[in-house]
């Protein structure tokens, strides 16, 4: 039996709706939450990925405003303008979009930020606070993103084994914290695997759920998974395709295979990429709910 997908734009669509009931809540208190977003230079991605955070912003009822810096803009004229907005009450969130240009470091920018108004929890203030099993922050998007797929499709990953393949600090990290902490979404047996695993089909194929955050195609087939597995799939990559007019097409980092073999699979588009804006939003809100305790 073909896997069932996972529709992460329907899940996403019930979150941004609780977001906006919570917006309203806070309207009422005379409260707007407000997200600034910063571009640096032309990356169409960035571009695309900022376009859709401020769209489903103001869908949710929230303030949002971006700033787009030249390509030529120097870390500290970056660090400045974090800085200032630090300092400006209408942003609860702030949002460098990554990745910077080379002569940047994204670490300088992270740290730069209030952590109280941390978007994607990526600052070690809350990196921190994940570790020691204190929720209350920000949680990095994508992980978040990742649990609240699984528990709302009835995948808790409580007594579960869960295979993450990726150890980057913006997702294989944090996600694989946020599985094992005791806590609702968490109590996961975590194994993490990366580049240096020699065989990493041992350890998916005892997995009830895998994880896929390698940014790579292909990494997991059929042959890798026990019959019956969820499988997440947060790869998003590039491979030639001369029939289309873009010249290529986006797949995840698991084959199309998997679905052959596993219970759920979340789809290359509409998985997990509509729940990491849905829980940028969700932190933006807390952010705004915690400025006025």
């Known amino acids: 039996m073909a896997a069932q997908l996972i529709d992460g734009t329907a899940i996403a669509s019930e979150i941004r709706a609780e977001v906006a009931r919570d917006t309203a ?13 910063i571009i640096v230079g032309d990356n169409a991605g960035s571009i ?10 103001a ?10 810096l030249p390509e030529s803009t120097t870390q500290e004229e970056l660090v400045a303008l974090v800085r200032r907005i630090n300092a400006d009450a209408r942003f609860h969130a702030i949002l460098p979009q990554l990745p910077l240009p080379k002569q940047i470091d994204e670490l300088a920018v992270i740290d730069a930020m209030d952590p109280a108004k941390d978007a994607d929890g990526l600052h070690p203030n809350n990196l921190g606070r994940l570790l020691r099993g204190e929720l209350a922050g920000a949680i990095p998007c994508t992980p978040n993103g990742v649990v609240e ?10 007594g579960k084994h869960v295979v993450v393949v990726g150890r980057s600090t913006l997702v294989g990290r944090p996600l694989a914290v946020l599985l094992s902490n005791k806590a609702k ?21 005892q997995a009830d759920i895998v994880v896929m955050a390698a940014g790579r195609a292909n990494t997991l087939t059929k042959e890798m998974i026990r019959p ?14 001369p029939n289309r007019p873009s010249g290529y097409r986006l797949v995840g980092d698991a084959s199309i295979d998997v679905r052959e073999v596993a219970s759920r699979v979340t789809p290359y588009t509409g998985g997990v990429g509509p729940m990491t804006v849905a829980m940028l939003l969700v932190n933006t809100v807390k952010a705004a709910e915690r400025s006025v305790r």
């Open 25 to 37: 809540a806070l309207k009422a208190k005379g409260v707007t939450p407000g997200l600034a977003a």
């Open 48 to 57: 695309s990925y900022v376009a859709m955070k401020t769209a489903a912003c």
């Open 59 to 68: 869908e949710a009822g929230i303030f949002s405003e971006t700033f787009r």
């Open 149 to 158: 797929l699984l528990l709302r499709t009835g995948n808790d990953p409580s």
């Open 185 to 205: 979404g968490g109590n996961a047996t975590v194994t993490i695997c990366h580049t240096a695993t020699p065989d990493i089909a041992v350890h998916t194929r």
């Open 228 to 241: 019956g597995a969820v499988v997440i799939d947060v790869g998003v990559n590039r491979v030639d395709a």
